[in-house]
């Protein structure tokens, strides 16, 4: 019988909160968010999944600004800078390395996420 592992879990108290219950895939960061990888042709095919994997996570409030970063002062920063974190390795995981590697020193995912869009005009 396997053995279940330890999480902690939070209890999502507001939509408008980056906090959600937690699995075991949610907290891996090498994940990847599609088994479309993003390369310089697929753009939208690949925003379309991703965006549909981060709803199914409860964590599309990253791309939609739902979840803004708070005050680095503020007691709710580090729970969102680790979630954040989160979020980017899923998204830094579906991309082609050499794409990846473009935009592994954003600062944020919404950074990223905004670096895409022009990158990638539609």
């Known amino acids: 019988m396997a053995e279940e592992s330890s999480v902690n879990l939070e209890v999502e108290t507001s ?3 980056p ?28 925003e ?4 549909l994997a981060l709803g199914g996570r409860s964590k599309l409030g990253y791309v939609n ?14 729970a969102w800078l680790c ?12 991309m082609e390395r050499k794409i990846a590697e473009i935009f592994s020193y954003a600062k944020s ?9 022009e990158m990638y005009p539609e």
């Open 65 to 78: 600004r739902a979840f803004p970063i708070p005050e680095i002062e503020s007691p709710k920063y580090d």
């Open 48 to 51: 379309r999944a991703v965006t």
């Open 15 to 17: 939509h408008a909160s």
């Open 83 to 94: 979630k954040d974190q989160l979020v980017m390795s899923w998204l830094l995981n579906s």
């Open 109 to 117: 995912f919404m950074h990223l996420w905004k670096n895409l869009k």
């Open 19 to 46: 906090s959600s219950i937690l699995s075991d895939v949610d907290v891996n960061p090498n994940q990847r968010l599609s088994s479309v990888l993003l390369n310089e042709f697929n753009y939208l095919p690949w």
